[in-house]
Nanobody, 119 residues
Framework: QVQLVESGGGLVQPGESLRLSCAAS????????MSWYRQAPGKQRELVAF??????NYADSVKGRFTISRDSAKNSATLQMNNLKPEDTAVYYC??????????????WGQGTQVTVSS
């Protein structure tokens, strides 16, 4: 079992910043990638940022404003969000892909953290 715990969400005004953190614990296996998704009310969950060894990628809507990073030693990932906009309002979820000790690829979701951008 893998547990992913997100933190750092909150209410901010447009133009402000937030830093989300995701910590993985339990039987994490060999982590191959970590990602951040978000889901706004009435919309589908969408990929925001993705990071694997030597590579990261972003949704067009957040490029230049969000930065994903990963600490492999701590099994954690962060999402630095700058110049936040009202349309960034959503529940943000951390996701992990890893290989278990038996060679099986698995994925896990965190419980989500609310980000609200409003004046």
């Amino acid at each position: 079992q893998v547990q992913l715990v997100e933190s750092g969400g909150g209410l901010v005004q447009p133009g402000e910043s937030l830093r989300l953190s995701c910590a993985a614990s339990g039987s994490t296996g060999s982590i191959k990638s970590m990602s951040w998704y978000r889901q706004a009310p009435g919309k589908q969950r969408e990929l925001v940022a993705f990071i694997t060894t030597g590579h990261s990628n972003y949704a067009d809507s957040v490029k230049g404003r969000f930065t994903i990073s990963r600490d492999s030693a701590k099994n954690s990932a962060t999402l630095q969000m700058n110049n936040l906009k009202p349309e960034d309002t959503a529940v943000y979820y951390c996701r992990l892909h890893a290989v278990a000790s038996n060679g099986t690829l698995f994925a896990s979701w965190g419980q989500g953290t609310q980000v609200t951008v409003s004046s």
